[in-house]
């Protein structure tokens, strides 16, 4: 009874503590979010001025983006014009802002949906100020900003503590792998070198979180002669480019170990959306051309396996129709995202590979 009366009260009043330091470091200006606004207008203007006088919100603005900059003055309330929508989605991507705002009027539908679709591919929080009702863009929640409803737009799927259990959980699992895998690393290492000339390990750039570039690390399954760098040809059953070793790597999914690597570097995660080659095309099509919402699976960090993989689509994707079912798994797998759905996948892989189908 004593632990839990004290356990309860000391819960409760550590809240209120930390509630009231945020509140006075928001009131001081130490503790904000970056937001940018879409749009120099009217609105945009209104909801700079109401989000200031409500300091306790936290939210510092960056500046608006315009691409009618001819059209807008050099400031808006103070508040610098910065650039153009692109210069927007560069900014995202540098990690310089956390709130997008989109301040347009809802009489201009066609223009706010282009921009929403283009952010909704970002990690950034999307909120679209509302200045009418019956806007045509499904069933979104609303949230209130200052008293200026927003409909809620796009939100960053693993945020606060989740991302760092994600992050933490990565870390211990990827070293402790490497360290009971090291003597099959280095044996698989050694084979590679026996097997064919070249180097061990294949390096090849892929897109990661937030669209960044990174090298993707795996065993050299193919002769170092006709290894592809930039994938312009997708590898399929039977392809003469693998090697006898090779074949075995990459139906047992060996060669991906070294991606280990990349989980401990940050680069990746041992559950997310597969990074794919830059030129990896499905019919003659790039992958974010053959698939409108492909850009999406770049709010997270990609993986080593994922829900796509463990549930039959794994292998070349040389199809739109494969390319877009990869996609659907990928994103359902960002919107319900859990260490326990994470936990599930790695147990389904383990089982995958064990069985050894459409890797070639």
Sequence with gaps: MVWYVGSTTLLIASRFVIAHRLKSW??????????????????????????????????????????????VPPTVAGVPVIGSTADLINHVRYGEIDLVIIAIPLSAEDRLLQFAQQLRALPVDVRLLS???????????????????????????ITGWS??????????????????LAPLLALVALLVKLDSPGPVLFRQKRHGFNHNLF???KF????????????????????????????????????????????LKGDMSLVGPRPHALSAKAEDQLYDVAVAEYAERHRVKPGITGWAQVNGWRGETDT?????KRVEHDLYYIEHWSLWLD????????????????AY
């Design 26 to 71: 928001a009131d001081q200006g130490r503790y904000f979010r970056a937001v940018a606004i879409v749009g120099a207008g009217q609105l945009g203007q209104r909801f700079v001025e109401a989000i200031q006088a409500e300091r306790s919100l936290g939210l510092h603005v960056v500046g608006f983006f315009d691409d009618r900059r001819s059209r």
């Design 131 to 157: 200045d009418a009702v019956g806007f045509n863009l499904a069933n979104r929640p609303v949230s209130y900003w200052a008293g200026i409803p927003a409909l809620n737009i796009a939100d960053k799927p």
């Design 163 to 180: 991302s760092w259990l994600k992050r933490l959980s990565d870390l211990m699992l990827a070293s402790i792998a490497i360290i009971l």
């Design 215 to 217: 090298d993707i690390y």
């Design 220 to 263: 050299r399954s193919m002769r170092a002669e006709t290894t592809d760098h930039t994938a312009e040809k997708l590898v399929t059953k039977d392809d003469v480019r693998v090697t006898k070793l090779g074949r075995f790597l990459r139906r047992s999914s060996i060669d991906e170990l070294p991606q280990l690597w990349n989980v």
């Design 320 to 324: 739109v129709e494969k390319i877009q």
């Design 343 to 358: 936990g599930w996948i790695l147990i389904l892989t383990v089982v995958k590979i064990l069985t050894g189908k459409n």
